[in-house]
């Protein structure tokens, strides 16, 4: 039987990914509204989409950027992406169903939407259903190849499902993408897992 392998204590999965890109992109005078103190009140202008109004009031923490998904959907405005952000509300809230819900309907949409796979693996992994997590980070990277975090919560969850060279070859790959002092985080995960592979001497020669 093979070695169970364990977490260094640090070692935690990074958390939900809120879609900003897709339809900001093309009105970047939107992107000031962001940095704007929380206090002041928003007032949107004719041009300024139900989506943006959404992820505005959403990078705020405001309650009714889940109203301003809803609109964005009806509306068929960037629906995947709304679906996805709502999605995250949703699992905050502790609506584990509702999330599933929205995560499922915005890859319905888009079936490649990247952040719906991540964020939907994210949910699997905090039910304990490791393998439909992995099927979904391994998704997630398939189509955004240099997202960062999903390497690294997938070599998380290739670790519980004792994939100890998986979970390396993913950890190098996030190292890779990120700053040196973010590296480091994975170091410890990496000298465990390596150590794990010499005690079961499946990947011999492995560096």
């Given at each position: 039987?093979?070695?169970?392998?364990?977490?260094?204590?640090?070692a935690?999965k990074f958390?939900?990914?809120?879609?900003?890109k897709?339809?900001t992109?093309?009105?970047?005078?939107q992107l000031?509204?962001?940095?704007q103190?929380?206090?002041?009140?928003?007032t949107?202008?004719?041009?300024?989409?139900?989506?943006?109004?959404?992820?505005?009031?959403d990078?705020?923490?405001d309650?009714?950027?889940?109203?301003?998904?809803a609109k964005?959907?009806?509306?068929?405005?960037?629906?995947?992406?709304?679906?996805c952000n709502l999605?995250?509300i949703?699992?905050?809230k502790?609506?584990?169903?509702?999330?599933?819900?929205?995560?499922?309907?915005?890859?319905?949409?888009?079936?490649?939407?990247?952040e719906a796979?991540?964020?939907?693996?994210?949910?699997y992994?905090?039910l304990?259903?490791?393998?439909?997590?992995?099927?979904?980070?391994?998704?997630?990277v398939e189509?955004e190849?240099?997202f960062?975090?999903v390497?690294?919560?997938?070599?998380?969850?290739?670790?519980?499902?004792?994939d100890?060279?998986?979970?390396?070859?993913?950890?190098?790959?996030y190292?890779?993408l990120?700053?040196?002092?973010?590296?480091?985080?994975?170091?410890e995960?990496?000298h465990e897992?390596?150590k794990s592979v010499?005690?079961?001497?499946?990947?011999?020669g492995?560096?």
């Amino acid at each position: 039987m093979g070695q169970i392998l364990k977490f260094p204590a640090p070692a935690s999965k990074f958390g939900y990914k809120r879609v900003r890109k897709r339809c900001t992109e093309d009105h970047p005078d939107q992107l000031k509204l962001f940095s704007q103190p929380s206090a002041q009140i928003l007032t949107f202008s004719s041009s300024v989409s139900p989506f943006e109004q959404a992820l505005m009031l959403d990078e705020r923490g405001d309650q009714k950027a889940a109203e301003f998904y809803a609109k964005a959907i009806e509306g068929h405005d960037c629906v995947a992406d709304a679906y996805c952000n709502l999605g995250i509300i949703e699992s905050r809230k502790g609506d584990t169903a509702k999330a599933f819900d929205c995560f499922t309907r915005s890859l319905k949409q888009d079936p490649r939407h990247s952040e719906a796979h991540y964020n939907l693996a994210n949910l699997y992994f905090e039910l304990n259903d490791f393998r439909l997590a992995q099927i979904h980070y391994e998704m997630a990277v398939e189509v955004e190849p240099s997202f960062a975090n999903v390497y690294f919560n997938l070599a998380l969850v290739q670790t519980i499902n004792k994939d100890a060279a998986g979970a390396i070859a993913a950890l190098q790959k996030y190292q890779k993408l990120v700053s040196r002092d973010e590296a480091r985080t994975a170091e410890e995960m990496l000298h465990e897992l390596r150590k794990s592979v010499e005690a079961n001497g499946s990947q011999a020669g492995l560096k």
